[in-house]
């Protein structure tokens, strides 16, 4: 009894956490932007100029990003493609460069007894993706358990060689994603081996 309520309380305050417009800029395709407060769901954007006002739903069509303010952070969430085979969806950007990288959750809840209807958890998935500015569509780095991601971010990274040297010699491991994409933004870009020369 005592597990049914806490799980219906969890569930309650999760659903209360992530339908709470926050603040937020949301920017246009032509250019233009408007700050009000938004939340993102099913892939779309709700947006309100103030929380009196009703929502109005915009998608990839017209939208290119939307950032949500809070607590000193500032969250960018993008439109992107991620392959020739799938519709657009939102990712997180994470670092934004020569090299950007994305993040894309998912959360959902699984029975983790199936003699006991009532039991679940929480099962979150994070997918990390990295996208030249040439490219087309981004690469995912763990999207596949059969291939490694230090093997794919070795592929990806083979034009800077200070940077494979520290992936293979475990400097830079896959908790270390952000600062793999800030190292080669800052010492691997063709600006940077420009000024060295």
């Known amino acids: 009894m005592i597990k049914t309520k806490f799980t219906i309380f969890f569930l309650v305050l999760f659903y209360l956490g ?3 417009d926050q603040e937020a800029t949301i920017f246009f395709k032509d250019g233009d932007s408007l700050q009000g407060f938004a939340m993102i769901k099913n892939e779309k954007i709700k947006f309100r100029l103030s929380l009196e006002d009703k929502p109005d739903t915009w998608d990839e069509e017209s939208v290119s990003k939307v ?3 809070g607590f000193n952070i500032i969250k960018t969430y993008v439109y992107m493609k991620p392959n020739k085979y799938e519709k657009m969806r939102l990712f997180e950007l994470l670092v934004d460069g020569e090299v950007s990288l994305y993040l894309e959750g ?3 809840f ?6 006991n209807p009532g039991s679940s958890q929480i099962v979150d998935k994070i997918y990390n993706y990295v996208k030249r ?3 087309e569509f981004p690469t995912c780095i763990n999207c596949y358990p059969l291939e490694s991601w230090k093997k794919k971010t070795l ?4 034009d800077c060689p200070n ?3 520290k992936i293979k010699n475990n400097e830079l491991r896959e908790i270390h994603l952000v600062d793999i994409v800030y190292f080669y933004n800052d010492y691997c870009t063709d600006e940077e081996e420009i000024l060295e020369d």
Do not use: A, R
Request: no cysteine; glycine share 0%; hydrophobic share 35%.
């Open 155 to 158: 592929v990806f990274f083979k």
């Open 18 to 20: 992530f339908s709470q």
């Open 163 to 165: 940077l494979i040297k």
């Open 106 to 108: 998912f959360s959902h």
């Open 133 to 135: 500015k040439t490219d």
């Open 110 to 115: 699984v029975t983790t007894s199936p003699n």
């Open 67 to 69: 950032e949500f303010y």
